[in-house]
């Protein structure tokens, strides 16, 4: 059974102060993992989508890697606008079911 | 290009009634997805539609959860009769798998169900 822990839980940074949350996982054959961003009362928004370990992608303030055990999602000079809970999610070959598995989530909050 | 749309947003409803939820994922986006969050607890897989059939019901918690698709589009999501632990938000998503990779799921805004 595919596993996602997430760390820390929750995170407060101040403004442009650089840091970086953790994903770590257990799936049997990774097809891909998944970063969203969900803020309060809405759904889950697609970030990025990482294959293979050694990959990295960029967006603006946010650099995703990836290993074979563990995904970190780096944030640079953050801004209030970031505050959010950012989810991973994993999608595997022998993971035995057709969706993502989640993470419990990061909640960020990014003080001015 | 509109999202995928979940309504209603919120639904309150007493222990033993029945409830509908709909999802209206992207336009020609095949896979379709039902995901529940239940309080403290991390966003879990329901059910996977492809077109309008189910491949993938692993996930449902028990029988008194009906999903449908019929035609391929909008999907419901029935509970009949509903009990206190059905409470939480329910999240829908949508796909186009294409060559066989994995393909993002794009999340719409939930529906959040409380049972009283």
């Known amino acids: 059974e595919d596993q996602v822990t997430q760390s820390p839980e929750a995170l407060r940074l101040q403004e442009g102060e650089s840091s970086s949350l953790n994903c770590s996982y257990t799936?049997?054959?990774?097809?891909?993992l998944f970063w969203y961003r969900q803020d309060p009362g809405k759904g889950p928004e697609f970030l990025f989508t990482?294959?293979?370990?050694?990959e990295e992608k960029e967006k603006e303030r946010l650099k995703a890697t990836l290993t074979k055990k563990e995904s970190f999602l780096h944030i640079t000079a953050p801004k209030p606008e970031d505050s959010a809970t950012y989810l991973c999610?994993?999608?595997?070959w022998g993971g035995g079911a057709d969706g993502l598995t989640f993470g419990k989530g990061t909640h960020l909050i990014i003080q001015p | 290009e509109a999202g995928v749309t979940q309504f209603p947003s919120h639904s309150v409803i007493e222990k033993g009634q029945t409830v509908t939820l709909r999802c209206d994922p992207i336009?020609?986006?095949?896979?379709l997805y039902w995901y529940r969050r239940v309080m403290g607890k991390e966003i879990k897989f329901l059910l996977h539609?492809?077109?309008?059939?189910?491949?993938?019901e692993s996930g449902m918690p028990n029988n008194r959860f009906l999903a449908e698709r019929t035609g391929g589009t909008y999907s419901t999501l029935k509970v009949q009769p509903a009990e206190l632990e059905d409470s939480g938000v329910y999240f829908c998503?949508?796909?186009?798998?294409?060559?066989?990779?994995?393909?993002?799921?794009?999340f719409g805004p939930g529906t959040r169900l409380t049972v009283l």
């Open positions: 998503a949508s796909s186009q798998e294409w060559q066989g990779v994995t393909d993002t799921q794009y």
């Open positions: 336009s020609g986006h095949d896979n």
């Open positions: 539609f492809v077109k309008e059939s189910k491949q993938d």
């Open positions: 799936v049997s054959g990774l097809r891909g």
């Open positions: 990482l294959y293979s370990a050694g």
């Open positions: 999610a994993v999608f595997s």
